[in-house]
Structures are given as structure tokens and as C-alpha cells.
């Protein structure tokens, strides 16, 4: 794909960390969820307690999107290479600290803030079920303008 991450359930994971994957992959099967196993970049609960992933997906959405739009804005924003940008956005949703949440569609779809580290990511277009359509850095100063408007 280009971005060095060619997705996958459980490539290159080890050990517990497999185990968890392995276990939320399980709980979105029995909770029949639609997802393509096969292109599972990542999958981890996130602050809120939610299953969110991330699939390879295409231009329009998942890890294909965020790196075609958006890989320039985490390297100049965060200093985040484009190989990193998956690993990274994992541990920002699995460690980081959710500044708000709300619902951006009529099917329940949401976009949140998260803190990680004293930066800004945005988790836009996710759905109801946990696909994550979008990811992406933003500066402080746009951060806590979205914290004021639609924070806790």
C-alpha cells in the first residue's frame, strides 16, 4: 500500500498484546459486526471503553485514506513517520485521553477528540460499530477551540 503497514489480523503481533486482538476480534464476531478480518490493520478499546479498528480500506476511508491525506500533517505536526502512523494512532486510542465525543450522523456515527502525550488527534467519521473512516493531528490552539464548543 505504500505506507509500510499492509494490514492483516495479528501480523506482526505477539503474545498478549495478539491475545487482546484476538479476543476483540472474537467479541465483534459474535456481535456481527461487519469487518474484513483480513484487512484489520488494528483493533483496541479506546478510553470510552468502545472496540474501535482500523481496516486498510481505500481514498475514502481507514488506513489508505489517513495515509494518502494526511500522513504530510502527522510528520509536521507530531513528527510521525508514515510506517508509524497505525502503531501510533493505536496507542493514542487505546492510552489516550478522550476530550469529547458526539454524534456527527443520523446513523450514529461520532467524531472524538483525543489527548495523548500533550498533542491533538481527531477520530472523525467513526461509526456506530467502531470502523474508523478517519484519523488525524490537529493543533492545539483548533483542539481547545473544539473542547469549548462541544467538551464534557
Same mark, same amino acid.
Given at each position: 500500500? $505504500?505506507?509500510?503497514?499492509?494490514?492483516? %489480523?495479528?501480523?506482526?503481533?505477539?503474545?498478549? =498484546?495478539?491475545?487482546?486482538?484476538?479476543? #476483540?476480534?472474537? &467479541?465483534?464476531? =459474535?456481535?456481527?459486526?461487519? %469487518?474484513?478480518?483480513? !484487512? /484489520?490493520?488494528? /483493533?483496541?478499546?479506546?478510553?470510552?471503553?468502545?472496540?474501535?479498528? @482500523? &481496516?486498510?480500506?481505500?481514498?475514502?476511508?481507514?488506513? *489508505?485514506?489517513?495515509?494518502?491525506?494526511?500522513?504530510?500533517? %502527522?510528520?509536521?505536526?507530531?513528527?510521525?513517520?508514515?510506517?508509524?502512523?497505525?502503531?501510533? #494512532?493505536?496507542?493514542? %486510542?487505546?492510552? $489516550?485521553?478522550?476530550?469529547?465525543? +458526539?454524534?456527527? +450522523?443520523?446513523?450514529?456515527?461520532?467524531?472524538? #477528540?483525543?489527548?495523548? !502525550?500533550? =498533542?491533538?488527534? @481527531? @477520530?472523525?467519521?467513526?461509526? *456506530?460499530?467502531?470502523?474508523?473512516?478517519?484519523?488525524?493531528?490537529? $493543533?492545539? =490552539?483548533?483542539? @481547545?477551540?473544539?473542547?469549548? +464548543?462541544?467538551?464534557?
Amino acid at each position: 500500500m $505504500g505506507a509500510g503497514f499492509h494490514g492483516g %489480523f495479528g501480523s506482526g503481533t505477539q503474545g498478549a =498484546k495478539n491475545n487482546v486482538t484476538a479476543n #476483540l476480534i472474537s &467479541e465483534m464476531e =459474535k456481535a456481527g459486526v461487519k %469487518f474484513s478480518k483480513e !484487512n /484489520v490493520v488494528f /483493533v483496541t478499546k479506546d478510553g470510552t471503553g468502545q472496540t474501535v479498528w @482500523l &481496516e486498510t480500506g481505500d481514498q475514502s476511508a481507514g488506513m *489508505q485514506h489517513i495515509v494518502s491525506r494526511h500522513a504530510d500533517d %502527522f510528520q509536521a505536526k507530531h513528527g510521525v513517520a508514515k510506517s508509524e502512523i497505525a502503531s501510533h #494512532l493505536e496507542t493514542v %486510542f487505546r492510552q $489516550g485521553k478522550v476530550e469529547y465525543s +458526539r454524534v456527527t +450522523r443520523n446513523n450514529g456515527g461520532y467524531e472524538r #477528540l483525543y489527548s495523548y !502525550n500533550g =498533542k491533538y488527534y @481527531l @477520530l472523525s467519521g467513526v461509526g *456506530q460499530n467502531g470502523y474508523i473512516v478517519s484519523a488525524y493531528p490537529i $493543533g492545539e =490552539k483548533e483542539a @481547545l477551540r473544539l473542547i469549548g +464548543r462541544y467538551g464534557k
